[in-house]
């Protein structure tokens, strides 16, 4: 079957610290993975995306790189800031063939608590 | 785009009573998906619509679960019976065709059960 699974938090920062956050996988078929984020009282949204092996995805000073040989798609960051105090998750679509598409069944990992302190 | 709208946002109710949840998605967004998030985990996979069709359902969905779209645009999650272990966030997410990587999230609706 497929899973997620994220570093266990919560990760505490001060401003402008690098961050890590690992993410490693497993999945049948060919994922496409994501990174989520929640912040507090809202819904998910999508950070970034990286659909097949090498891929890098980057939003908002966020990267995460597709790595196919150690099943992995950490999350980093140079420097955060306090306003990226969230949960973030790791999420994948298994597609059945590779470049495939299929619907948004996503599998997610059971999320890291982010809190950066000024 | 008025985004995924949930209704209610939030829920309290007795043990043994049925609730009721309401999702709009995005219009013209035809792939319509329901996911459960408890406290301190990623939210699980529940059920899927194609338009009108119920397409996938998880094992988690129970028969006291029923979920239904109509006229392939809103959808209603409807829990019977409900008990505490039914206590989670209830998100409702869109996606248009064929992209299933665009997929967009509702601000959940909370259940509690007393």
């Known amino acids: 079957g497929n899973s997620v699974t994220q570093m266990e938090g919560p990760v505490t920062l001060s401003e402008e610290a690098f961050l890590t956050i690992n993410c490693t996988y497993t999945?049948?078929?060919?994922?496409?993975l994501f990174w989520y984020v929640q912040y507090p009282g809202e819904g998910l949204q999508l950070l970034l995306k990286a659909t097949k092996a090498d891929d890098k995805g980057s939003n908002k000073g966020f990267e995460a790189t597709y790595r196919k040989e150690t099943t992995s798609f950490h999350l980093e960051k140079g420097s955060v800031q306090v306003s990226d105090s969230a949960v973030y998750f790791c999420?994948?679509?298994?597609?059945?063939?590779?470049?495939?598409?299929?619907?948004?069944?996503?599998?997610f990992g059971q999320g890291t608590i982010l809190t950066v302190h000024p | 785009d008025t985004g995924v709208s949930q209704d209610p946002r939030h829920k309290i109710t007795k043990r043994g009573q049925n609730v009721t949840f309401r999702c709009d998605p995005i219009?013209?967004?035809?792939?319509l998906y329901w996911y459960r998030q408890t406290l301190g985990q990623g939210p699980e996979f529940l059920t899927y619509f194609q338009n009108e069709a119920q397409l996938e359902k998880s094992r988690l969905l129970s028969d006291r679960f029923s979920a239904e779209r109509p006229k392939g645009s809103f959808s209603t999650l409807e829990i019977q019976r409900t008990e505490q272990g039914d206590s989670a966030m209830y998100l409702c997410?869109?996606?248009?065709?064929?992209?299933?990587?665009?997929?967009?999230f509702g601000e959940g609706s909370w259940l509690t059960v007393v």
């Open positions: 999945a049948t078929g060919y994922p496409s």
């Open positions: 997410a869109s996606s248009p065709t064929p992209s299933a990587h665009t997929i967009y």
């Open positions: 999420a994948l679509i298994a597609h059945l063939s590779a470049g495939g598409t299929s619907y948004g069944k996503l599998t």
């Open positions: 219009s013209e967004h035809n792939r």
